[in-house]
Nanobody, 121 residues
Framework: QVQLVESGGGLVQPGGSLRLSCVAS????????MGWYRQAPGKQRELVAA???????NYADSVKGRFTISRDNAKNTVYLQMISLKPEDTAVYYC???????????????WGQGTLVTVSS
């Protein structure tokens, strides 16, 4: 079972930038989807961005044009570059890995522990 460790969160002013990193305990080459989710206080966890094994990406409408997800298989790391941050981006950001299990006929999911991003002046 892969383990995921996020870093890079912190306090940033509106309009600022942050880069989150998610380091996996083993190779991510075979992981079908790597993604970033976030959960703001009192709200449900939501998908922010995801990147497939083949490099395809998708983003929540609220972050399109501001956030960029990328994966570096050689470093077992997924990044989330965030620019033009807004107060509404404040949340705990979680890294997620989905791997298809032919044996179980479903995706197996693993979550990181989360990293807090606070956008405030």
């Amino acid at each position: 079972q892969v383990q995921l460790v996020e870093s890079g969160g912190g306090l940033v002013q509106p309009g600022g930038s942050l880069r989150l990193s998610c380091v996996a305990s083993r190779s991510i080459f075979s992981i079908n989807y790597m993604g970033w989710y976030r959960q703001a206080p009192g709200k449900q966890r939501e998908l922010v961005a995801a990147v497939s094994k083949g490099g395809s990406t998708n983003y929540a409408d609220s972050v399109k044009g501001r956030f960029t997800i990328s994966r570096d298989n050689a470093k077992n790391t997924v990044y989330l570059q965030m620019i033009s941050l807004k107060p509404e981006d404040t949340a705990v950001y979680y890294c997620n890995a989905k791997t298809w299990s032919a044996l179980e006929g479903r995706y197996l999911e693993v979550w990181g522990q989360g990293t807090l991003v606070t956008v405030s002046s």
